[in-house]
């Protein structure tokens, strides 16, 4: 297995150039559904197990599920801004350093779980009552210097959390050891 493989064992994020209305269902069953898939892998690991990386010098499983419960508090924030402001310009964050603060190497992934499980409950509530107009309202994000759609957002974070839950199998499937 190549390191490409194992950073991106779903492959990399390709947004499609026709968005389907069962498709945008899909993925927000799919973003609603993470919390729940999460204990279902989470329920019985070990301490050890929970320290497993998902590739050489990557994260272990405690930091992908921590970095699940902030990334996905951000992209929750950047849809309500989308949807109160004209393109807002939202705020980046340095994942990688947030992934090392002390919250980010804790052994208790309950609270992050419990993070996910109000933040996907809400999101989902509003993913669902978008309209069309709304899922083509814009955030801007100043790092790549690019407006995003919601509906791109939604299927950006559909992948996203599929693209950490295999890095979560990967890690128990090789034991961690890289």
């Known amino acids: 297995m190549t390191l490409?493989?194992?950073?991106?064992?779903?492959?990399?994020?390709?947004?499609?150039?026709?968005?389907?209305?069962?498709?945008?269902?899909?993925?927000?069953?799919?973003?609603?559904q993470l919390p729940e898939k999460l204990e279902a892998i989470t329920s019985s690991i070990s301490v050890e197990e929970l320290n497993y990386l998902y590739r050489p010098n990557g994260w272990s499983i405690k930091q992908v599920i921590h970095h699940l419960a902030d990334s996905h508090i951000n992209s929750f924030i950047r849809f309500k801004l989308a949807l109160t402001e004209e393109i807002p310009t939202i705020k980046p964050y340095q994942e990688h350093l947030w992934a090392e603060l002390i919250d980010g190497k804790s052994d208790d992934i309950e609270s992050s779980i419990l993070v996910l499980k109000g933040i996907h409950?809400?999101?989902?509530?509003?993913?669902?009552?978008?309209?069309?107009?709304?899922?083509?309202?814009?955030?801007?994000?100043?790092?790549?210097?690019?407006?995003?759609?919601?509906?791109?957002?939604?299927?950006?974070?559909?992948?996203?959390?599929?693209?950490?839950?295999?890095?979560?199998?990967?890690?128990?499937e090789y034991k961690g050891e890289f």
């Open 4 to 32: 490409e493989n194992l950073k991106f064992p779903i492959g990399p994020f390709e947004m499609p150039q026709e968005v389907s209305a069962p498709q945008l269902k899909n993925w927000i069953i799919e973003i609603e």
């Open 121 to 172: 409950t809400k999101w989902t509530l509003l993913l669902n009552s978008l309209t069309t107009e709304q899922l083509g309202r814009k955030y801007y994000h100043p790092e790549n210097k690019k407006e995003h759609t919601l509906i791109e957002a939604i299927a950006l974070y559909a992948w996203h959390c599929n693209h950490h839950l295999a890095h979560i199998k990967q890690a128990l």
